[in-house]
């Protein structure tokens, strides 16, 4: 792509050409070095025209019902308004090339929408790497209007914290199944959630809905809130009928205000975007551990090593970066 192509790239992604977009969010998934150069130029070009989007992170187990209730909350936005974009972090796709949140028909209402942008995660990489893929077509479609980006992801792993890390709003969807309570609790994830929300809240399910949502309401009372400005608040919803809805998208929007008024939304998007650098450092260095193949046998060599308790992992850790001293002399 000549410099004039990247030129016109930008422009029609800043115009919010829906094709341009979606061939800009290819650029930056490229693995070829030539692309990753080009998408660096894009990204920064497009940078003045990023982060205004109110930027929401969903996460939930398989079934909880993240599908339905994107539906629900993008078409309500819509009616209100908005550009909504959504995106994912699905670390099985980069592991078994399947995507447990990669089929857009999941969202039949909003894909059909002109106003809406859908995405799959991408699927190569480790997760590091997905969820950078995902920060940068975040900006992409920041740069071309979209003004709400919900980003869902699975309970799998260090997902979550990777999604949390990317956004300014962290949503945790929970069932009102018995037992399902106080497992959130115990993986953590109520620390990382702004807010807990109760699906399914209606026909039979209400009552126990009702039971479950005062249950984590009871249990976040025990821990210690993130911020002295927000108490997370507990609320119950139904994606199906579409109540609630509107109140859980009002307790986004107080998060907002609140969360502004103290300064804390700029704290929160500056660390984001220092330790956004620093983890795409860590890939890169990753990388070139993994480009060269004699590099990457001494890797191997040294972790074995490491292993069987040979050498200490101090002294492995020095071989490593000697390694990678050697791997940019030789300017890879
Ligand atoms: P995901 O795997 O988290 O994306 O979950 P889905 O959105 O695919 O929903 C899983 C199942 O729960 C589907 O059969 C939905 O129809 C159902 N479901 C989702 N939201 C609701 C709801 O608010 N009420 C009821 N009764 N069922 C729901």
Not at 8 to 31: F, K, M, N, W
Not at 130 to 144: F, N, P, Y
Request: hydrophobic fraction near 45%; proline fraction near 3%.
């Amino acid at each position: 792509m000549t410099a004039r192509d990247l030129t016109s790239l930008a422009d029609d992604v800043r115009g919010g050409h829906r094709a341009a977009l979606a061939r800009a969010i290819t650029l930056i998934e490229s693995r070829r070095a030539d692309h990753q150069v080009q998408a660096r130029d894009l990204l920064q070009r497009l940078l003045p025209a990023t982060g205004h989007a109110i930027r929401v992170g969903i996460t939930g187990s398989p079934g909880v019902g993240k599908s339905t209730t994107i539906d629900a909350l993008g078409m309500y936005l819509i009616g209100c308004g908005h550009k909504v974009a959504v995106l994912a972090v699905d670390p099985s796709s980069a592991r078994t090339g399947g995507s447990i949140l990669g089929d857009k028909t999941r969202m039949a209402r909003l894909s059909a929408e002109n106003g809406a942008y859908i995405r799959p995660s991408p699927s190569a990489g480790t997760l590091g790497g997905v969820a950078a893929k995902t920060r940068e077509a975040m900006l992409l479609c920041e740069a071309a209007g979209f003004d709400v980006v919900l980003v869902e992801t699975v309970g799998i792993g260090q997902s979550e914290t990777a999604v949390c890390d990317m956004t300014d709003f962290f949503l945790a969807l929970m069932l009102p199944g018995a037992g399902d309570e106080l497992q959130g609790i115990k993986k953590g994830l109520v620390e990382l959630a702004d807010m807990i929300a109760v699906n399914k809240a209606d026909g039979d399910n209400l009552t126990r809905a009702k039971a479950a949502a005062a249950e984590y309401n009871a249990a976040l009372h025990i821990l210690a809130p993130r911020s002295e400005h927000w108490f997370p608040p507990v609320l119950t919803y139904s994606a199906l009928t579409g109540a609630g809805i509107a109140e859980l998208w009002q307790k986004v929007l107080a998060h907002r205000t609140a969360m502004i008024a103290c300064s804390e939304f700029a704290g929160r998007r500056r660390r984001q975007q220092v330790k956004w650098m620093w983890s795409m450092l860590e890939e890169r260095m990753r990388a070139r551990l993994r480009a060269d193949p004699a590099i990457r046998t001494a890797v191997k060599d040294t972790e074995t090593a490491v292993a069987d308790g040979r050498i200490t992992p101090a002294i492995a850790a020095d071989t490593i970066a000697k390694l990678l001293d050697a791997s940019a002399s030789k300017g890879s």
